[in-house]
């Protein structure tokens, strides 16, 4: 068996949809794939990329990918990776396809002189939580992930509070 991993090409969009809708399903959150396909092409593939994704492939088949950006480490005064999404499909699962995407993670984050290479992942998601602490990764637990999203998002944008008691 052979594995490899390669940058994404615009030609594999409809790969990345398939792998995005069937990690939302793992993750029980299918009612909140929302995206839209061009618009996601052009944050992926267009004149300023805002995400890249790695494809994972076992035998020339591609059977995981993970997509990532760059943040920024004040602190540390560089720049960091986070994973916003690392997915590999059940029949790949145990032939070290996740661990060979977060090994070329962690090569580029080294390459690209990043302090950090950073994910979140659900609390109930058990294997996934060994899986991360075998590889060296370290919980966070004093950190609480804060969202604005939706109709909350454009209050604040427009300096409106999202509700009286935010006042």
């Known amino acids: 068996m052979s594995i490899a991993i390669r940058s994404a090409r ?6 990345i949809c398939a792998f995005i809708r069937e990690l939302a399903e793992y993750e029980k ?5 929302r995206f839209d396909e061009d618009v996601l092409r052009g944050h992926l593939f ?13 035998d020339g088949e591609a059977h995981g990918f993970a997509l990532f950006f760059h943040n920024f480490s004040t602190f540390e005064g560089r720049p960091g990776i986070y994973l916003e999404d690392l997915y590999v499909r059940p029949t790949a699962r145990g032939a070290g396809l996740g661990k060979a995407l977060l090994t ?12 950090r290479l950073e994910w979140s992942v659900l609390d109930w998601n058990e294997p996934a939580i060994g899986f ?21 998002l454009s209050q604040l944008a ?10």
């Open 29 to 33: 959150l299918a009612d909140a794939v």
């Open 10 to 15: 615009p030609d594999d969009l409809p790969l």
């Open 104 to 115: 070329r993670l962690a090569a580029l984050a080294v390459e690209r002189n990043c302090a």
């Open 158 to 167: 427009a300096g409106q509070s999202a509700s009286a008691e935010s006042a």
């Open 46 to 58: 267009g004149p300023r990329p805002m995400a890249e994704v790695l494809i994972g492939e076992v």
């Open 132 to 152: 991360y602490r075998s590889l060296g990764a370290v919980p966070q637990e004093q950190w609480t992930v804060m969202r604005v999203d939706a109709a909350a």
